[in-house]
């Protein structure tokens, strides 16, 4: 999963992947990683978006690869979740890590060896 974060896989099928009900699945990732998939994707993404921006790649280039298919929603989420927009974000040569992701206490659990299986 944190090999490509931009993978569109619905909750459905990785819970398929994992031989699990998609309940199971909800339940036993939520009690293991401590927050739900798809707040725990949110962060992921977030993740390896800065990352991307860190290193100058644009916010399109950012956006599409970690799995946004709009640039405007990419740029909505950044701001719901760090208070400001990638642009600003940088604009005061900030880098990542170190930046504000660490200090807003963001950080994406990986996924817990007895939930891997298949293709995680």
Known sequence: MLDDVGNDCTLDAWAHVAGMARRTFMRAFSAQVGMSFGRWRQQARLFAAL??????????????????????????????????????????????????????????????????????
């Open 51 to 120: 990352e991307m921006l860190a290193q100058r790649k644009s916010v399109t280039e950012g956006a599409i690869a970690v799995g946004y298919d709009s640039v405007s929603a990419f740029i909505e989420m950044f701001r719901t979740m760090l208070g400001t927009t990638p642009q600003t974000y940088f604009r005061g040569g900030r880098s990542w890590p170190g930046g504000r992701a660490a200090s807003a206490g963001i950080s994406p659990k990986p996924v817990p060896k007895k939930m891997r299986g298949g293709n995680w």
